[in-house]
């Protein structure tokens, strides 16, 4: 049982340049989430779909873009990155959006230099 | 505005008792949750609480006050393997999560 699966594990990109990060879930949840961790900070939302076709912005949307084209799939663009995006990018994923319980994957380690 | 307070750090004993307190404010809320964290890992599910009181799971509890904005984990018996990050979000009235810094907690032997 794979649950949550996010690619690449690490990256480090140079500024300016495009980035998409992978995020499939095998679990037919429909609510999906990508969050981002700085050290000192909670986690802060970037985008959220409630179900697959729509998506929604959460607390920190800027320089970000998400699609939900099917159940499985929720991809996470940087369309040009800056320095500022270095950080710990994890997709989770639950059941309904009233469910409580996340399911994480273990993570995408981005360095933008 | 939508705030989690809880502390940054604590240290405790092997096989000893830790209480960990989280308070928030939140526009309208609908659960409290605990998640747990290992370093460089990704957050587990721990707990959820909606109604006022104590939900014990094994070595875990978790106790809610909502008339107070509180909540507190608490882990009895200990271990090593207890060390980690203890993640306190409270859900507000649109149903997302709003997420405290963390408390690491370091168990010593």
């Known amino acids: 049982i794979a649950g949550i699966t996010q690619a690449p594990t690490s990256q480090i990109l140079a500024a300016g340049r495009r980035m998409t990060l992978r995020c499939t879930q095998d679990m037919r949840h429909n609510a999906m989430y990508w969050y981002r961790q700085d050290l000192g900070l909670g986690l802060r939302l970037i985008h959220y779909s409630n179900t697959a076709g729509t998506t929604g912005k959460g607390e920190v949307p800027d320089g970000y873009s998400v699609s939900r084209a099917n159940t499985d799939d929720f991809p996470l663009t940087l369309a040009s990155a800056v320095p500022s995006q270095t950080s710990v990018y994890f997709c989770?994923?639950?059941?309904?959006?009233?469910?409580?319980?996340?399911?994480f994957g273990e993570g995408s380690r981005l360095t933008v230099l | 505005g939508q705030n989690i307070d809880q502390p940054t750090e604590m240290t405790a004993t092997e096989g000893a008792i830790v209480q960990i307190n989280c308070t928030y404010q939140t526009s309208g809320f609908n659960g409290l949750f605990w998640y747990q964290q290992h370093a460089g890992e990704a957050p587990t599910f721990l707990s959820y609480?909606?109604l006022d009181g104590l939900e014990e799971k094994g070595r875990f509890s978790s106790f809610l006050s909502r008339s107070k904005g509180y909540s507190y984990l608490l882990l009895k018996e200990l271990q090593m393997k207890d060390s980690a990050s203890y993640l306190c979000?409270?859900?507000?009235?649109?149903?997302?999560?709003?997420w405290g810094a963390g408390t690491k907690l370091i168990i010593k032997p």
């Open positions: 979000a409270a859900r507000d009235s649109n149903y997302q999560l709003i």
């Open positions: 989770a994923s639950s059941a309904l959006v009233e469910t409580g319980e996340l399911f």
């Open positions: 609480n909606v």
